[in-house]
């Protein structure tokens, strides 16, 4: 990549707003020439200089720090230089319209990411992680992108793609030496290897979707029937009043949704109309769109009031199987049991009142569990859904893979396992198209 071909952009790099310091970052070959005209000398890279940043007069705009990298050793890969004034929006506009007026041009949203990608600095899912570094709202989502940032996620793909290139080269080769005496496909265990493979994806697809709900936050569907106490539930969790809580059942008829943290760990909270028969148009709507969102859900809270507890095996067998679903019986100011949390043959259970709030504890502690918000983080990274598409599009070519290898398709197989290659290296940024990193490095915010 020729990083000389691309012109010179600047962004002020802090935080809207005063503050002690505001830095402003350029990149790009016009650096060498800028330092001349803006600091009246050559920095040495690598090297804190503090002094005065001169206008086109040769009067002062500010004084402060200077800090000058060179090619390809920075951030971007190109010629570097950050400039930390004070911390006015006022003295830093100034400076970004001399260093405009000097032929430098404003970075667009993620471009000096975008540049380090592009000149092999960083691969996109490290990009991407700094992204999420930045924008992380608890500890947590902080240290797993931290993580990804390291390239600890980008070295297990590489691991997946490099087992797969190997699998590739056999296979390819076998097609070429047909020989009616030898079965390539089974002297080479391809098939164990496949399987070996495949588990190997697997558990990168778990730890992802761990990383993923980080990020995201953890979607929890109430679902139940009229007046079991959903609404009273999602005001609990929330700690306000957020959905109306009435006597009269079917009075949620809408769903409502509520973004909380437990402990600092991401929840969306989605309040469903009853799940109930109804004439009315409105409500009907409402329990259409609440089957929607309950299929969208990482788990289901069913609500049940703990006076008829007999109910929760039939509302069980409406709903999504493959969805993770836990019992809430509510109401037990009424019923007069305690609160608490158990682990049934038929799944987790918190006996609680939506009302008083006793229990309420054993249901947020249930759901940092169900999270994995407690557990050891230290194989935990940040990831995006983008990537949780990319790995199970390649384990279902790589399933498919499986059952070409029984029917000895050799060139079935190969070009499963071709795509399944290209999959994973989306993920990576090493096959890819323009649009996707587009839309990638939009997202961004300037100066980053
Ligand atoms: P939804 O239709 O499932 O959303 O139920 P609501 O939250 O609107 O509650 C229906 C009725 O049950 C209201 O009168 C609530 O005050 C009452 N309720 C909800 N939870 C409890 C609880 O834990 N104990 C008692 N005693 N009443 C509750
Ligand atoms: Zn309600």
Redesign the pocket.
Known sequence: MNTLSRDTIAAIATPPGRGGVGVIRISGSAVPALMDTVLRKQLVPRYAHYGPFHDHDGSVLDSGLALYFSAPHSFTGEHVLELHAHGSPVILDMLLRRLLAAGVRLARPGEFSERAFLNDKIDLAQAEAIADLIESTTEQAARSAQRSLQGEFSNRIHQLVEALIQLRQYVEASIDFVDEDIDFLSEGHIAEKLAELLATLRHVRRSARQGCLLREGMTVVIA??????????LNQLAGREA?????I?G??RDTLREHIQIDGMPLHVV?TA?LRDSDDVVEREGIRRARNEIHKADRILL?IDDRTPDEAEFLIQGLPADIPLTRVY?????TGRQPAFVEQPGGPAVYL????GQGTEHLRNHLKAAMGYDSEAHDLFISRRRHLDALSRAENLIENAEKQIRISAAELLAEDLREAQNALSEITGEFTNEDLLGRIFSSFCIGK
């Open positions: 139940g029937r009229p007046n079991a106490g959903k609404s009273s539930l959905a109306i809580v009435t006597e059942p009075t949620t309040d009853g609500l509510n109401k037990i100011d009424l009142s939506a009302k008083t």
